[in-house]
């Protein structure tokens, strides 16, 4: 068994359980998506998927072994996570924030290895930070600032890059830039990248498997275009919307009024 | 179904109030008679244990004795001055506490007292002519400057209750520091000034009463005039001044009544800790927010607090005396840990 | 934002400290002449050789130690909590250590084992460890009451502020219990003062400043990823809490045996550690060793000033690195938005 997989995991903090029995196998080599509304479970699902949370049943694998039983350094070396908030260092520069993504590759006393100087030139040049690498990290924008993070995921050169929501707090613009980079790097190394999306056209546009989680659970996944129904977007979001469907395009659609919840109508 | 609340919940809501006032009625009795009975009983313990006939005979003037001399000029003046000072530092927490909408404002964690300490120290050390009288004005001109800063400086991102015990806790460490230079400089004057800093009531009597009264009744008269503003301040500035509220006048006057309230137990009593933060919590977690009933509540919990702590600090290992911060520290410290721990859950 | 170059600032920041440990060397109240205080100093020559060895030089080496050990305790802490806001003093620590050397000494006292007239007649050797012992204590309580299924920032600070205030009223209240004849002594230790400390302090101190500088390399570059937040800084291999819990373990070591000897110094760890970032960047490797020797620097500086403000009086220097460093905490906390 290879890449990374969910079997019948169930995800929580402390007593509240946020996920229950969910399944999930990440194709290798492809951008998965997850979609889902607001508090649906994305993010805890992403997190236990880098590790960071463990479940509290089933079980997360990577190549078979569970997360749980990898040596952290290791895990780390094969996996990469970029949370939601990302917490700005003070007084850093991009250079040295890029280079905190060796770590995982270093001994105990921290010393940098031969393969360093490379690896994070890489990283740089694949993000296109070339310019900005000697700028301290408070003095960047939004979306400069998402992209110094990304290059920091990528100088671990992990096959897997896990991303939470690497378009938030963006505009349109910025939004595209940066996917359009994690589809760069999944078609150009072969990297597996799993990322929750808000926006469902984006997700459908960039995504080769799609996971539609709601209310604790994962409702569908498979081919974009599949999952992309009405009754995803009336059940899931509770909008009704016209999905505009061509050969030659992934399909689009157009929200056109939210639908009230039915069982708020009964109680007045 | 109707929007309109009906006649049965108006009713319900009426029964609710009348319950609480009820509640109010019994707590404030039940207050007063546990007060009572603590100064009561507070008259026949001490260094020297003193039988019931004999108190009632000093009490009653019927004897001139040793004993009623311990009574009149010892155990009564302390007595009243413990309650009078309990209720000023709870009343002055309260205010703190609704000016800055902060649950760690207090004159402890401010470092008003601190800084009230520290200005008397000074005088004390280098101006000793000075007469006891003049301490609480002295204390006021610290306070004022130590509170203000404070304040002013947590308030510039917000005045979030870290940022006020931060700035609270260093402003009352540079103070602390002052006062250690100033008894450096003092030599071995320095006991007795240091028993003063820890806080008690030792071998206080009607002359110190007489230094508080004047600062406990202004701004205890104060308080009945703030309780309204106060209220209003909770629902945050801008929701107080569509009411009509205007809000850094009140604000003003509430930071200055609550500085008068401590720096006169400060010049009588030293800093006493944890009364002005613990003691507002406790009141407002038995009878609510509302300002008018709030604040005498909590001046009767403060009374009913200091005279119980010095009640101990006398008898505990009598004939020597413990001091009240040690007390309020045991009771206290814990409270607010708890306090922490609740809030950040 | 202007850096300066690691080695050169070290190097400054070396040569200032050296030069001001001489000056504190020779200046004091019995004054001594350039020349001959240089004399005494290194050729052992004169009568001034007895001071000079044995009462201002080790005096000036303790303040470097403990100036050192509360630098770097105050950064650690700063990185672990990733709370520019904390040293030992707000994480409680201090009030911990204080409390437990003020019960020690009561007990001493109590079992009449020294007449307790002079602080230099009060074991010694014990201290550091009681005052470990005190400082583990109020740590593990600050950490204790701050942890729900993970320790954040905030509420270790709050934790902290609570412990250590109850710490430090009770320590003072039993000093105030205890009676007046060794008030003095024990004041003076309370404000943090250098007065009276001999080669034996130093040789106290000494063994903790080494363990501690041995451990720094192993956890550095596992610090500097905390900076980036607890899951970024997991998915890259480090073990979160087990960084964070032994970095405020080492910081605490640190900061109590330094109190133990010299009593709670504050604000040293609060602010050398921004200078340093500000100097150098805010990585370990660079900062670190920038903040010990500022603190060094700064003890030995407030040490000096103390001396020589109020003469004949000394002026301890805990009160004077507090009136320095309260104010540019307040402006650093009145700056942050």
Request: glycine share 10%; charged share 10%.
């Amino acid at each position: 068994m290879t890449g990374l997989t969910c079997q019948d995991i169930s995800l929580g903090y402390g007593a509240h359980q946020v996920l229950r029995d969910v399944s999930l196998s990440v194709p290798p080599g492809r951008i998965t998506a997850l979609i889902g509304a607001n508090g649906c479970g994305k993010s805890t699902l992403l997190r236990a998927m880098a590790g960071l949370l463990h479940p509290m049943s089933g079980e997360v694998a990577l190549d078979g072994r569970k997360l749980s039983a990898w040596p952290r350094k290791q895990l780390a070396r094969r996996l990469s996570f970029l949370p939601q908030e990302m917490v700005d260092p003070p007084e850093i520069t991009v250079a040295e924030l890029i280079a905190y993504g060796r770590h995982p590759h270093h001994g105990l006393l921290g010393r940098a290895c031969p393969g360093d100087a490379e690896a994070v030139a890489r990283a740089i040049a694949a993000t296109d930070m070339t310019s900005l690498a000697g700028r301290m990290v408070a003095t960047l924008s939004g979306g400069e600032r998402r992209r110094a993070w990304i290059a920091m995921a990528l100088a671990v050169e992990a096959q897997i890059l896990l991303l939470d929501e690497p378009t938030t707090f963006l505009d349109i613009g910025h939004q595209f830039e940066v996917l359009e980079l994690l589809q760069h790097i999944n078609r150009s190394h072969g990297i597996t990248v799993v990322l929750s999306l808000h926006d469902l056209n984006q997700a459908v546009r960039f995504a080769d498997h799609l996971v539609a989680v709601d209310r604790g659970t994962i409702i569908d996944q498979g081919a974009p275009a599949d999952v992309m129904t009405e009754r995803l977007l009336t059940d899931t979001f509770r909008v009704s919307a016209s999905i505009t469907r061509a050969t030659d395009s992934p399909p689009v659609f157009i929200a056109t009024g939210s639908i009230k919840d039915p069982s708020r109508h009964a109680s007045v | 179904m109707t929007s309109l609340p009906s006649a049965a919940s108006a009713s319900r809501i009426d029964a609710r109030r009348c319950t609480s006032s009820l509640r109010v009625t019994g707590l404030v009795v039940a207050g007063l008679v546990v007060l009572g009975t603590l100064a009561i009983g507070g008259l026949f313990v001490g260094g020297v244990a003193t039988p019931v006939p004999v108190v009632i005979d000093a009490l009653l003037s019927r004897s001139a004795g040793p004993e009623a001399a311990i009574l009149w000029k010892l155990r009564i003046p302390r007595e009243l001055l413990a309650m009078l000072a309990g209720a000023a530092l709870a009343c002055s927490g309260v205010v703190m506490q609704g000016v800055a909408r902060n649950p760690l404002a207090s004159p402890d964690l401010t470092g008003v007292l601190t800084g009230a300490s520290f200005a008397i120290v000074v005088f004390y050390v280098f101006v000793p002519s000075v007469p006891a009288i003049a301490h609480p004005f002295i204390g006021l001109a610290g306070g004022l400057l130590a509170g203000g800063t404070s304040l002013l400086i947590a308030s510039a991102g917000g005045l979030s209750p870290v940022r006020l015990a931060l700035a609270g806790s260093a402003v009352a460490f540079f103070c602390a520091a002052g006062i250690t230079t100033a008894l450096v400089h003092a030599g071995p004057t320095v006991a007795s000034v240091f028993f003063w800093l820890t806080g008690g009531l030792a071998g206080r009597g009607w002359h110190h009463l007489t230094i508080l009264m004047p600062w406990a009744i202004t701004g205890l008269c104060a308080c009945a005039v703030l309780a309204r503003p106060l209220d209003l301040l909770a629902l945050g500035d801008e929701a107080a001044g569509t009411l009509g509220l205007n809000v850094s006048f009140w604000r003003l006057t509430g930071a200055l009544t609550a500085i008068v309230l401590s720096v006169g137990v400060v010049a009588v009593a030293g800093p006493i800790g944890f009364l002005g933060l613990c003691i507002p919590h406790i009141a407002r977690s038995v009878i609510g927010v509302r300002h008018q009933v709030l604040l005498p509540v909590a001046a009767l919990l403060g009374a009913i607090a200091l005279l119980a702590a010095d009640t101990l600090a006398r008898t505990m290992a009598a004939p020597r005396e413990l001091p009240i911060g040690v007390l309020t520290a045991i009771v206290g410290g814990p409270f607010l840990i708890h306090m922490v721990w609740r809030r950040t859950a | 934002m202007n850096r300066l170059p690691f080695w050169p600032t070290a190097a400054i920041t070396f040569c200032a400290l050296v030069a001001f440990a001489l000056l504190a060397t020779l200046n004091g109240a019995a004054d001594l002449g350039l020349r001959q205080g240089l004399d005494a100093l290194f050729l052992g020559a004169g009568d001034n050789a007895g001071i000079l060895w044995d009462i201002r030089l080790p005096r000036v080496a303790i303040g470097i130690l403990v100036g050192i050990h509360l630098a770097i305790s105050g950064h650690l802490l700063q990185s672990a909590t990733r709370n520019p806001l904390t040293d030992p003093n707000v994480l409680g620590i201090a009030g911990g250590a204080m409390l437990a050397v003020m019960i020690f000494l009561l007990i001493t006292v109590y079992w009449g084992q020294t007449d307790g007239s002079k602080l230099t007649s009060y074991p010694l050797a014990p201290l550091p460890f009681v005052a470990l012992f005190g400082g583990l204590v109020a740590a593990s309580l600050t950490y204790l009451i701050a942890w729900r299924a993970g320790v954040t920032p905030l509420r270790l600070v709050l934790a902290g502020i609570a412990i250590g205030i109850t710490f430090q009223a009770l320590g003072l209240g039993i000093f105030a219990a205890w009676g007046s004849t060794r008030m003095e002594t024990v004041l003076l230790w309370l404000s943090g003062s250098l007065y009276a400390r001999g080669w034996e302090h130093a040789l106290h101190l000494l063994p903790w400043t080494i363990a501690g500088l041995l451990v720094l390399p192993v956890m550095v570059a596992k610090l500097d990823l905390l900076s980036i937040g607890d899951d970024a800084a997991a998915t890259l291999g480090v073990n979160v809490g087990a960084i964070r819990f032994s970095a405020i373990a080492l910081a605490t070591v640190l900061a109590s045996s330094a109190v133990a000897i010299v009593g709670p110094l504050g604000f040293v760890g609060l602010i050398t550690p921004h200078a340093a970032r500000r100097l150098v960047g805010s990585a370990l490797a660079k900062s670190l060793p920038i903040s010990a020797l500022l603190g060094a620097l700064l003890v030995t500086l407030g040490d000096l000033i103390g001396r020589i403000a109020m003469p004949p009086a000394e002026i301890p220097v805990g009160a004077v690195t507090a009136l320095i460093g309260v104010p540019v905490f307040l402006m650093l906390l009145g700056r942050r938005t």
